[in-house]
């Protein structure tokens, strides 16, 4: 009997273990969702779970010891932020992608938006954005509507959501406009309710994303995992998804 008790603790350890918890920036939910689905073809003994939510609220959750293996980040500058307080293992911050700033207007509104200067139309009543304090593609779409001459006109009709994933729901919800990831327009949902017009990249500082391994965190399921996160079988799942990738 204590051999079976054992043996079940076991079990159990290992198969702790070969969970893998990685902190993913909202952005990246569908996307991720088929990286998960790739690699575990290919390894599937080791569970990835991701947890999902705004880069700057992992950054300071991670700082505060949250237990994550990995960190895929929507800006490079949060990935950063840890390697300069030495909380990841060295050498590990890698840029993924480049994302991109869509402006979405669901067809409820009857507008098409060809140029950000629809955001000032009467039929603009309220605008969602991610909160640009923690979240990159709200900075961006900061950003883009100042250098567009447009932020001082439109501020009024701005509201916030914690993450660009939030947005994204609250812009079919109740917005009449929304700044979104590029990523979130390829699914079904907001291909058939609106349409889009992608922000001119000149307009807002690139949107670098990258990833790291946390410090202590380096098993050999997270290293197959943070492998995988930069493969070519990765990489043909953020172009699937709309991302550029890094030159070189």
């Known amino acids: 009997m204590k051999q079976l008790v054992f043996a079940v603790i076991t079990l159990f350890a290992v198969a702790q273990a070969q969970e893998v918890r990685v902190a993913v920036a909202a952005n990246l939910q569908p996307t991720f969702n088929d990286l998960i689905r790739v690699f575990n073809s290919v390894n599937p003994g080791i569970k990835v779970t991701p947890i999902f939510g705004s880069s700057g609220a992992f950054t300071q959750q991670i700082a505060q ?17 840890l390697e300069r307080r030495a909380l990841i293992e060295a050498g590990t911050l890698k840029t993924y992608a480049i994302g991109k700033l869509v402006l979405y207007v669901p067809k409820r509104v009857g507008l098409r938006p060809n140029s950000l200067n629809i955001l000032s139309a009467a039929k603009i009543g309220k605008i969602i954005i991610a909160d640009p304090k923690i979240a990159p593609y709200g900075r961006a779409a900061v950003q883009a509507m100042t250098k567009a001459g447009l932020y001082e006109v439109v501020k009024g009709k701005i ?12 812009t079919l919800a109740s917005g009449d406009a929304g700044f979104m990831a590029y990523s979130s327009v390829f699914t079904p949902e907001f291909k058939a309710q609106g349409s889009y017009f992608i922000v001119p990249q000149r307009l807002y500082d690139p949107l670098e994303q990258a990833y790291v391994m946390l410090k202590g965190r380096n098993r050999p399921e997270v290293k197959a995992v943070y492998d995988f996160l930069s493969s070519p079988l990765a990489q043909k799942v953020y172009r699937a998804w709309g991302y550029e990738l890094p030159s070189g």
């Open 65 to 81: 010891g949250a237990p994550f293996d990995i960190f895929m980040a929507a800006d490079v500058s949060f990935p950063r932020d």
């Open 159 to 170: 509201a916030q959501g914690q993450n660009i994933s939030q947005v994204a729901q609250l």
